[in-house]
């Protein structure tokens, strides 16, 4: 007779597992903090619980978060060892919510935003007037992605003992951007005092003299500085990855890496015009899926420019940020622009 019986009913093992629950943990011991760089699945943040100076711990994200991304700027609660001590490890289990986010698309045709900097009051554009030529086209795709996330822009001008700095500031005047201008080794009083106890990232492109203010402005930083080849006009990019700074008086700065391309596929007309409240009182009276540029027959702007409700510089202005957001051609300025 066969030990074996093909009739017979085979039984699986019961596999031991725990009953699911709806209970999640609290964290209610969970420390916040403040991401200042990633580096490889690590985080850097920095913790201020009523110590002296605050510390650094270095923390990985938790399992629970999946998908969801973790960017410089976040205010993370971290669970675990949160000591900073050399060779510990916290978790991050809760990014906590935004008030601001920078933003951009690889380019004007891939609909995918990514994540830049999150919680930062103010963009600062920095610009060199001279070695390299602005490029005015970058700076209004800055300029839109500041009103896109709701932050106050600054336009930072470098290098202005090689040219004059006002044919390109009357460019950006009629929209309201405020300036300061600077070069190296002159005085850095009035960038302070617009940095000074905010959140601020630095954008611009290679070579704008970026990292110089970085090491100018927070002593130890070791920023690596490029130079500007003499061929193409164009920097190196020295920065790698974005890093938070803290001010001695006071206040962070974002350095970003050299940015030679900002796509703007997430941003919507409607979107930036409401940066503008005097232009989007005026865009009430528009055809519906009017877009607000030059070319559109019926638009509510033209008709206020008529009248003098408002300025036509400032309409003009307006309507090259939508043309720079629509992905027209890049150029360098010239005087001849303004």
Not at 52 to 78: H, N, P, S
Not at 166 to 195: C, F, I, M, N
């Amino acid at each position: 007779m066969s030990r074996y019986d093909e009739d017979a009913k085979y039984e699986r093992p019961k596999r031991r597992t725990r009953p699911r629950t709806k209970d999640r943990p609290s964290y209610d011991d969970a420390v916040t903090g403040f991401v200042i760089t990633r580096d490889r699945g690590r985080y850097t943040t920095w913790v201020d619980d009523d110590a002296e100076d605050g510390r650094l711990v270095t923390a990985m994200k938790a399992r629970q978060l999946g998908r969801k991304g973790v960017i410089v700027g976040d205010l993370v609660k971290l669970d675990g060892d949160a000591s900073g001590d050399e060779g510990t490890l916290a978790r991050i289990v809760e990014v906590l919510p935004r008030e601001t986010l920078l933003r951009r698309s690889a380019d004007d045709d891939d609909p995918v935003e990514r994540p830049l900097v999150a919680n930062a009051e103010q963009l600062v554009i920095v610009v060199a007037v001279a070695n390299p030529e602005p490029r005015t086209r970058l700076i209004d795709r800055f300029l839109v992605a500041a009103y896109d996330a709701g932050m106050r822009p600054l336009l930072c001008l470098t290098k202005t003992d090689l040219a004059d700095p006002e044919p390109l500031l009357s460019t950006y005047r009629p929209l309201g951007v405020e300036s300061v201008a600077t070069h190296q080794g002159g005085d850095l009083s009035a960038l302070r005092e617009q940095l000074q106890d905010r959140t601020s990232v630095l954008v611009g492109h290679s070579g704008v003299g970026k990292s110089t203010l970085v090491n100018a402005l927070v002593p130890g930083a070791d920023r690596a500085i490029g130079v500007v080849n003499d061929v193409t006009g164009r920097g190196r990019h020295t920065s790698t990855s974005a890093l938070v700074l803290r001010m001695p008086d006071g206040g962070w700065i974002v350095d970003t890496p050299g940015i030679r391309s900002f796509g703007l596929a997430h941003v919507q007309p409607d979107q930036l015009i409401n940066a503008f409240p005097d232009l989007a009182a005026e865009v009430i009276d528009c055809p519906r899926g009017c877009t607000h540029a030059e070319t559109e027959p019926d638009c509510a702007l033209d008709d206020a420019v008529e009248s003098g409700r408002v300025e036509a510089e400032r309409v003009a202005s307006f309507r090259r940020l939508l043309a720079s957001r629509e992905g027209r051609a890049e150029q360098n300025w010239s005087p001849e622009q303004a």
